[in-house]
């Protein structure tokens, strides 16, 4: 949310929209301005308005979900994913789906899952002296 984040988002987001293009995804960026514009929507969506005003706060991880819930929703989305601005997709040759390599499944229900979260192994941020945002490495519409 911001300046920053849009500008991270800006150069990260090519890597998604191609991802989502070679996978015939929609793409759906969520991005505004300021916080106060971010929270304004999400209290307005159907999900948001179920919370008193004032209760989300910018570091209230429950924004992530007025984010998906609007995508599964209002957009009509069958499945979404969420990323964070500063997310880059490098193996396009993976899908995203409820079979992604190394998930955790349960064999106890026949239902198909309603959720999964991947904890990814690799390494996060970049050392000190790099100065991540003039990288550009990550603005690719094609796989890294």
């Known amino acids: 949310i911001g300046a920053e984040y849009i500008k991270r988002e800006a150069k990260t987001g090519a890597s998604k929209q191609g991802y989502a293009r070679k996978w015939n995804y929609t793409y759906l960026p969520y991005a505004w301005d300021t916080p106060d514009a971010f929270l304004s929507w999400a209290y307005s969506t ?40 500063d997310a880059v997709i490098l193996n396009w040759d993976i899908e995203a789906s409820f079979t992604y390599p190394g998930a955790a499944t349960s064999s106890a229900s026949s239902k198909p899952p309603y959720a999964m979260y991947v904890a990814d192994k690799a390494p996060r941020g970049m050392p000190p002296e790099i100065n991540d945002t003039d990288v550009d490495w990550c603005s690719s519409h094609s796989p890294c």
């Open 46 to 85: 159907e999900l948001g308005s179920r919370f008193p005003h004032g209760a989300l706060r910018m570091i209230n991880p429950v924004l992530k979900y007025v984010a998906m819930h609007d995508a599964l929703t209002t957009q009509r989305c069958s499945l979404a994913l969420w990323t964070d601005a």
